[in-house]
């Protein structure tokens, strides 16, 4: 059985002088309680109608009306089932109308006692979705709006009354005899003839709203309901102040999360983000101080070169900050997670760590939270937020607000990182095409001019079959020189271009530095066996730590250096070898020369590929301009350096590097 008709829309009628009024669902519920609260608190036996839209609104209320039901044998609640509310008479009755009734858009609650009477009789209006709020269920529900009665006329809670227990009767007919019972004993059987006088008197005086009739005849009464009803809405007044609060929480966190993004977007220098990080954070948290640092989960420290200090803080800036050693660093590193100690002097990590309780004590750290800077799985970073005055613990939304922003910095210094790259594979491109330009520019000069030598040569000796022995062979050695010079700008740009692809698989083995000079010398002079040499003095010691490096390239850096040596410096000079421990696991080698030099604007770009003191058009001293830029590429190789010294235009060399020893 449905009756789809509203039971305001049937009082409205019945009582056309009332005036529907606008109430919140929090009044509401305010009204209900104190109403509630004036059964409980008074001595009369009333009769009370309670009409919910949905069980569950009524379950959170059973309590109550188990209560009230001890006050009255009359007490009737009406809800749409949901689990298990269905007609039944227990403490008191219950009658479950269907959801497409139109009570299940309403709210009612009607007491008739002897002393007073009241009633609220409402139509829930339905706010079309997309005005409703979208920032959550909670305001959603706060918004909820009714449109209906609520007085203290007599009269009116009678109608209402009445009409309600006519509906229970159609649900719950074998009732009738205990409503009729209610219908006497609370006055409500109006008589045809009555009704049509109290409408026509009520109809001369239309405009006077129920509200206006309301009053409480008992004086104690009105006073306890109207401090309940006070206490009610403060109580709504609470509970929408938390929800104001929570989402003033929640535009802390998105505005922080959206100033952090907007860095990021306007920036790609991994610095200027976590400055705006850490400053924000801090300030967000009131913290006494706020670190944001990068490192990886293998560091031993780190020095800390950004802070947020608040008042009273002492400032961490430039301090050498341990990682291994703090666990709760290690914890949060290996967790993967925030780690947050609230109160450090009760936390049992800091209390029986040397190290941890030092440190706490040092920087007067109160509260501790340290959350990983991650990204896939990878520890970027760590920010540490730290208290130092008292425990004043930070809220859970507050923690996630860090968290959240560890989050965006993850993914900024992975963006700022792979820019980086990107400029130094840019930078790797570029220098690419300048070698490619180069070695037009040596294509043009140093093979063509040898070429055409060769060419002339070679023409020469075919169309002159009559031409001197001694031209012949003059014209034949040059060709094969100038063959050979190709041969040999060739092969060094091969190896140049071979270490700089990065393939190269080093042969690393340990060893005997003198003898991989001797070889050097040897190949050396095996190859200017009709040049006339300035003298050649090796002083490496046989003392000296093996080295660890590929031989084959050590050889090669070698004579590279020594062939440059003997190449500027004349015969009358002198070049030499040394080594020596430099003290950090590494073997210093100098080959020094008494020749030609180089002036100071040039040292810096001797290794530059394709760099030749006079330029590649006017060399003299023959060589490709490779040979440096190969040692240079060996030498890092094996992790070395290689520099050189000069006291300027004819005071020599001094070209050093250096070798990793076993
Ligand atoms: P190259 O084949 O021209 O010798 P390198 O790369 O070995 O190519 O050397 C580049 C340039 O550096 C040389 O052309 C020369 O100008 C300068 N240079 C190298 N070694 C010495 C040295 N021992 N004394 C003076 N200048 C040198």
Known sequence: MIVPISLLAELLQALPQLRAQIYFKSSMTALSHAMEDLVLAGSDEPLVIASFQRERFYRQEAHRYRRIASRSSQVYVLAAPETDFKNASECHETVAFAPEDGLSKEWHLVVLGQQYSTCLICQEKIVPVENQDERGPLLMDQARRFEGIWTFDRQVSSKAAALLLDRIVQYRPELAEKIDRARTTYNLIETPKKTRKSAASKAAKPDISAAKNSKIPNPQLSDAFTERLVTYLQAGQHKLLKAYSAIAAQERKERLVN??????????????????????????????????????????????????????????????????????????????????????????????????????????????????????????????????????PWEEDEIALVEAIATQLGAALIQ????????????????????????????????????????????????????????????????????????????????????????????????????????????????????????IIAEVSAELPLVQADGEWLVEVLSKLLDNACKFTTPQGSVTVKAQCNGSRMVEVLVADTGRGIEANSLKVVFDRFYQEEGALRRSTGGTGLGLAICKQIVAGWGGKIWVDSAGKDRGSEFHFTIPTV
């Open 259 to 392: 100033l952090i993004t907007t860095a990021m977007r306007q920036s790609l220098n991994p610095q200027e983000i976590v400055e705006v990080a850490v400053q924000e954070l801090g300030t967000a948290l009131s913290a006494s101080r706020c670190l944001i640092y990068r490192c990886k989960a293998t560091d031993v420290a780190v020095k800390i070169d950004r802070e947020f200090l608040g008042s009273g803080a002492s400032s961490l800036l430039d301090q050498t900050w341990l990682l291994q050693e703090n666990q709760i660093w290690s914890d949060a590193v290996a967790r993967q997670e925030r780690v947050y100690i609230q109160d450090t002097a009760q936390h049992p990590l800091i209390v029986n760590t040397k190290f941890l309780e030092k440190t706490v004590k040092n920087w007067q750290i109160v509260s501790w939270l340290m959350v990983p800077v991650l990204y896939q799985g990878r520890v970027l970073g760590m920010v540490e937020m730290h208290q130092c005055r008292s425990v004043l």
């Open 416 to 535: 700022a990182e792979t820019y980086a790259h990107l400029e130094e594979l840019n930078q790797q491109l570029e220098a690419l095409d300048r070698t490619r330009s180069n070695l037009i520019a040596i294509t043009g000069h140093e093979l063509r001019t040898p070429l055409s030598t060769i060419q002339v040569c070679l023409e020469s000796l075919s169309s002159e079959p009559d031409m001197p022995a001694e031209l012949r062979q003059i014209m034949l050695e040059t060709a094969l020189g100038d063959a050979d010079r190709m041969r040999k700008l060739v092969q060094d740009f091969l190896t140049l271009s071979h270490l700089e692809s990065g393939r190269v698989k080093w042969n690393v083995e340990s060893l005997t530095l003198q003898e991989c000079v001797d070889l050097a010398l040897s190949s050396v002079r095996s190859r200017t066996v009709d040049q006339e040499l300035p003298e």
